[in-house]
C-alpha cells in the first residue's frame, strides 16, 4: 500500500491550492481516507476525510467552509481543495488511509497507511 501526496507549494494569503492524494494498493471501499496536517511544535490534526464511501465527508470544524475534500474513483485519487489560505495553513500536508470504525475516523492513531507529506507555506 502507498500513498502519495502532492500539490503542496507557497502561496499568498487568500489564495488557494488543490492536494492530491494517490492511493496504490487500497481502494475506498472499506477504507478512510483522511488529510491531517502538523506545523512545528504542534501535534498532527486532522483536517478532512472521507469515510468508505466518497460522499461520506468530515472536517474539522474550524476549516469547514474553507476546504473541500473530494474523490476521483476513476483515478483513485483524493483531493483537498483548500481556498482563502490563511498563514496559520501553514504546514505538512499529510494523508492517511486506514480502517476505523466511524467513531474513530478523526483519530489519527486509527489510520495505518501515511503517505509522505508536501508543505503548504502561505504568507502574509
Known amino acids: 500500500v502507498q500513498l502519495q501526496a502532492s500539490g503542496g507549494g507557497f502561496v499568498q494569503a487568500g489564495e488557494s491550492l488543490r492536494l492530491s492524494c494517490a492511493l496504490f494498493g487500497i481502494t475506498f471501499r472499506g477504507y478512510a481516507v483522511g488529510w491531517f496536517r502538523q506545523s512545528p511544535g504542534r501535534e498532527r490534526e486532522l483536517v478532512a476525510g472521507v469515510w468508505r464511501n466518497p460522499s461520506n465527508t468530515f472536517y474539522t470544524d474550524q476549516l469547514k467552509g474553507r476546504f473541500t475534500i473530494s474523490v476521483d474513483n476513476a483515478k483513485n485519487t483524493v483531493y483537498l481543495q483548500m481556498d482563502n489560505l490563511k498563514p496559520e495553513d501553514t504546514a505538512v500536508y499529510f494523508c492517511?488511509?486506514?480502517?476505523?470504525?466511524?467513531?474513530?475516523?478523526?483519530?489519527?492513531?486509527?489510520?495505518?497507511?501515511w503517505g509522505q507529506g508536501t508543505q503548504v507555506t502561505v504568507s502574509s
Open positions: 492517511a488511509a486506514g480502517t476505523p470504525i466511524l467513531s474513530s475516523r478523526r483519530n489519527r492513531d486509527a489510520y495505518k497507511y
